[in-house]
């Protein structure tokens, strides 16, 4: 089978976009973007280092859309399109059925579709093109925060983090029910898409949780020139992680990647206008800290003890 003949049995679904012009089967998509601003974002996964090699490919589909979806949420964009460079090294029957229903299983959720990209042949990778929409000046970004405000994350953090140790370790939890629990964030981590477009002027700034919170958060600092006061008593911890003890439980959530939570800074008079659209849309979402003058610093305490962080979670090119 060709590269054609893959397009045409997988990745090939009618799509009823009176925006959309051209679709896949082209040189080029073409879509009338309407009166809102773009937003564009890229996400590679490689074999090996976001997934592993023996994953499954239903989860590999799904997570590889769902990680560029959770950027759009972090600008507070409405997602609208998407392109798909496979890279595959053999033709495998099993493996594009799985993918395909994953990734498409995850473009359904969010209203999201595919309008064109590329088969390749070579080692596994996969590279999505993610757009979205914002209102025009309602776009969140990481530079808006301001000294005084409130910093919360929704979800619970460190789950997908404890899967990957699990899984590379070879070993278990004592409860089935939480390692499969915590399987599931690190596999089909789910966007919250419909928090981050609510939070357009409502949030100073924000974006998703990828290399963990504690490198993640320096972006905001580094681009707002202020730093942050984190209460570790207050992180929401996944469940599964309470089988461990609270060094751990800290380090997992803190400094562990993988989970695609937002992590965003609210004002404190708009405190009530967050909790109404969480309750609304059923979300958790928790202050673990406050935005400080101290720029570029993070300082971490637990119950108004100075806690030190060793780790700085995850960066491709660390030494």
Same mark, same amino acid.
């Given at each position: 089978?060709?590269?054609?003949?893959?397009?045409?049995?997988?990745?090939?679904?009618?799509?009823?976009?009176?925006?959309?012009?051209?679709?896949?089967?082209?040189?080029?998509?073409?879509?009338?973007?309407?009166?809102?601003? &773009?937003?564009?974002?890229?996400?590679?996964?490689?074999?090996?280092?976001?997934?592993?090699? $023996?994953?499954?490919?239903?989860?590999?589909?799904?997570?590889?859309?769902?990680?560029?979806?959770?950027?759009?949420?972090?600008?507070?964009?409405?997602?609208?399109?998407?392109?798909?460079?496979?890279?595959?090294?053999?033709?495998?029957?099993?493996?594009? #059925?799985?993918?395909?229903?994953?990734?498409?299983?995850?473009?359904?959720?969010?209203?999201?579709?595919?309008?064109?990209?590329?088969?390749?042949?070579?080692?596994?990778?996969?590279?999505?093109?993610?757009?979205?929409?914002?209102?025009?000046?309602?776009?969140?970004?990481?530079?808006?925060?301001?000294?005084? $405000? #409130?910093?919360?994350?929704?979800?619970?953090?460190?789950?997908?983090?404890?899967?990957?140790?699990?899984?590379?370790?070879?070993?278990?939890?004592?409860?089935?029910?939480?390692?499969? $629990?915590?399987?599931?964030?690190?596999?089909?981590?789910?966007?919250?898409?419909?928090?981050?477009?609510?939070?357009?002027?409502?949030?100073?700034?924000?974006? $998703?949780?990828?290399?963990?919170?504690?490198?993640?958060?320096?972006? &905001?600092?580094?681009?707002?020139?202020?730093?942050?006061?984190?209460?570790? #008593?207050?992180?929401?911890?996944?469940?599964?992680?309470?089988?461990?003890?609270?060094?751990?439980?800290?380090?997992?959530?803190?400094?562990?990647?993988?989970?695609?939570?937002?992590?965003?800074?609210?004002?404190?008079?708009?405190?009530?206008?967050?909790?109404? &659209?969480?309750?609304?849309?059923?979300?958790?979402?928790?202050? &673990?800290?406050?935005?400080?003058?101290?720029?570029?610093?993070?300082?971490?305490?637990?119950?108004?003890?100075?806690?030190?962080?060793?780790?700085?979670?995850?960066?491709?090119?660390?030494?």
């Amino acid at each position: 089978m060709d590269e054609f003949e893959i397009i045409r049995s997988y990745f090939c679904r009618q799509v009823t976009d009176p925006q959309l012009k051209i679709g896949i089967g082209d040189d080029c998509a073409v879509f009338n973007p309407g009166s809102g601003h &773009i937003a564009v974002t890229t996400d590679t996964l490689v074999e090996g280092v976001h997934f592993f090699s $023996d994953a499954d490919p239903e989860a590999v589909g799904f997570k590889s859309l769902a990680v560029n979806v959770s950027d759009l949420a972090a600008m507070g964009a409405v997602p609208k399109y998407f392109t798909l460079a496979l890279t595959i090294p053999e033709y495998n029957r099993e493996f594009l #059925e799985k993918f395909s229903h994953g990734l498409f299983k995850m473009a359904t959720s969010c209203g999201i579709n595919l309008i064109g990209g590329d088969t390749t042949h070579g080692p596994l990778s996969i590279t999505i093109t993610a757009i979205g929409t914002t209102e025009p000046g309602m776009e969140i970004t990481r530079s808006g925060a301001r000294p005084g $405000d #409130e910093i919360y994350v929704s979800g619970e953090l460190g789950g997908a983090a404890l899967a990957v140790f699990l899984k590379s370790n070879a070993t278990h939890l004592t409860d089935p029910s939480l390692e499969t $629990d915590s399987f599931m964030k690190l596999d089909y981590p789910q966007p919250r898409v419909q928090l981050g477009c609510s939070l357009a002027g409502v949030a100073t700034s924000m974006l $998703d949780l990828s290399d963990g919170l504690s490198s993640d958060l320096l972006h &905001i600092l580094k681009l707002s020139a202020i730093g942050a006061y984190i209460e570790l #008593e207050h992180i929401p911890y996944s469940r599964s992680l309470f089988e461990l003890d609270l060094f751990n439980r800290i380090n997992f959530a803190v400094s562990g990647g993988d989970d695609y939570e937002l992590c965003f800074t609210v004002p404190p008079e708009k405190r009530n206008t967050l909790k109404e &659209i969480a309750e609304k849309l059923g979300i958790s979402v928790t202050r &673990i800290g406050t935005v400080t003058a101290d720029r570029g610093e993070i300082t971490y305490t637990l119950n108004g003890i100075p806690f030190d962080i060793k780790t700085r979670g995850y960066n491709h090119f660390a030494k």
